[in-house]
Structure formats: C-alpha cells, structure tokens
C-alpha cells in the first residue's frame, strides 16, 4: 500500500463508519421507545395538517388525489428519465460514457434500496397514519374514476421517497457542476415526498428516517468504492464493440 494510499482508506473507512453509525441512530430513534420522545408528536402533527386540506371542494385535495396516483408515478419515473437523458445529451460527446457510467451507479444503489425494501422490510408491520389516525380526510371520498392508497400496514420505509432522495444525492455528489439539475432534483424529491404524508400512506419518519438512513448507507459508496470506474470500463468495452454505424 502506497503512503497516498492509506490515508485515503482511512478516510473512507471513517466516512463509512460515521455514515452508518448516523443511520443506526436514525433506525433506533424510529423503532425503539425513543419514537414517542422524538418523533411521534411531529409525526401526529404534520399529518394532521397537511390531511387537513382535504376537503370536499378543494383544490388541493385533487393535487393530492393526482400526486397520489399511479400515474403520477410513471409520471416521476419519466421526469427522472428525462433528466437522466438530458445529462446525457447535453454534455460533449466524448464526455457521454462516462456521465451515462455516473447515472448507472446511482440507478445501481436505487436498485439495491427497493430490493432491500422489497424483500427484506417489506413484511415488516408498520401501519401508516390512515389505520392509525382515524378518522381521517379520507382522499377516496372525495374523487371518483380512481383511488389512491391512503393507508397500509407496512408503510417503513417511504418507497418513492427513498429512490428520489437517492437520486437527488447522488446527483448531488456526481454532478457537482450542474447545479440547476441538482436543485430539480431536489425539488422532485419533495414533490414526490410530500403528497404521501398529506393522503396518509406514509408517516413523517417513513420518509425522513427511511429516506435519511438509505442515503447515509449507499451514498458514500459512489465516492468511496470504484463502481463508476467500473461501469464506465464496461460501457466502453461495449462501445468498442458495438457496430461502426452507431458511431457515426
């Protein structure tokens, strides 16, 4: 190991350390008898308030209605799509591969997050405030043509919270010279956020804690592991490959 080196590998195993130490608090301040002195108050308010604009005839309850659809998700999957596609094509062409390798380690660690998700927590029981606050400003009772979720019994952690929180991270931390992407980034990241706390599928703490706890586990590995190198290697082992007419 090179004197260059080894001060690096501290640093990255510090980081690491910190990193997760700071999501195992997150954790324990959520599931154990710490949640009522933290954080049930404000989970029980910010609830409240925001359900509170549901009403019969108000406009926010349809906001809330249509950010709480499917298709307002395939809606945020396109969005993050497009802006995926616009740092692509909008950077120089010598420079694609490796801002395409950039997104490919963010998309990567949103994976492992919704597997971690799907098929480890996933039967944890967790009701959200819509089993737990009734009554409640029920959305269904307000639209018709469709219906959104406005409780469930394993609402930890917040899904689509969690993957747009990763994505604005990570383009945080790769795409340091393209500010206005990240601060949209950022903005999509509460838009998608919010609407799940207002119908009441999702606590405060689904999002904050589950959000804030997977960002603090993944994240650091996109600057401390070489998995952007190795996928930049890959793609250009395939573009090497690839037909001479696509080069054009």
């Known amino acids: 190991?090179?004197?260059?080196?080894?001060?690096?590998?501290?640093?990255?195993?510090?980081?690491?350390?910190v990193c997760n130490a700071l999501a195992a608090l997150l954790l324990i301040s959520n599931f154990t008898g710490l949640y009522e002195v933290i954080w049930q108050s404000l989970d029980t308010r910010i609830f409240r308030s925001l359900n509170s604009t549901i009403t019969p005839d108000g406009f926010l309850t349809q906001f809330w209605a249509w950010t709480n659809s499917k298709t307002?998700?395939?809606?945020?999957?396109?969005?993050?799509?497009?802006?995926?596609?616009y740092l692509v094509v909008s950077t120089r062409r010598e420079e694609r591969i490796d801002v395409t390798a950039r997104i490919g380690a963010i998309t990567f660690l949103i994976l492992i997050a919704?597997?971690?998700s799907k098929k480890v927590v996933g039967d944890f029981i967790h009701p959200s405030p819509g089993l737990v606050l009734t009554p409640f400003n029920n959305i269904n009772d307000y639209i018709t043509g469709y219906t959104v979720k406005t409780s469930t019994d394993n609402s930890f952690p917040g899904d689509h919270a969690m993957t747009s929180a990763l994505f604005a991270g990570g383009v945080i931390m790769l795409f340091r010279n393209r500010p206005a992407i990240a601060v949209l980034s950022v903005l999509l990241m509460i838009f998608v956020s919010v609407p799940r706390l207002a119908g009441g599928g999702h606590w405060f703490t689904d999002v904050i804690v589950g959000g804030g706890a997977a960002c603090l586990i993944l994240l650091p590995w996109?600057?401390?592991?070489?998995?952007?190198?190795?996928?930049?290697?890959?793609l250009n082992w395939g573009w090497d490959k690839a037909p001479a007419f696509l080069k054009r």
């Open 1 to 17: 190991m090179t004197s260059t080196e080894s001060p690096n590998l501290r640093k990255s195993i510090i980081l690491l350390l």
């Open 72 to 85: 307002f998700d395939r809606a945020t999957f396109v969005f993050m799509l497009a802006i995926c596609i």
């Open 114 to 116: 919704l597997l971690v």
């Open 222 to 234: 996109l600057k401390i592991s070489p998995l952007v190198r190795w996928i930049d290697s890959l």
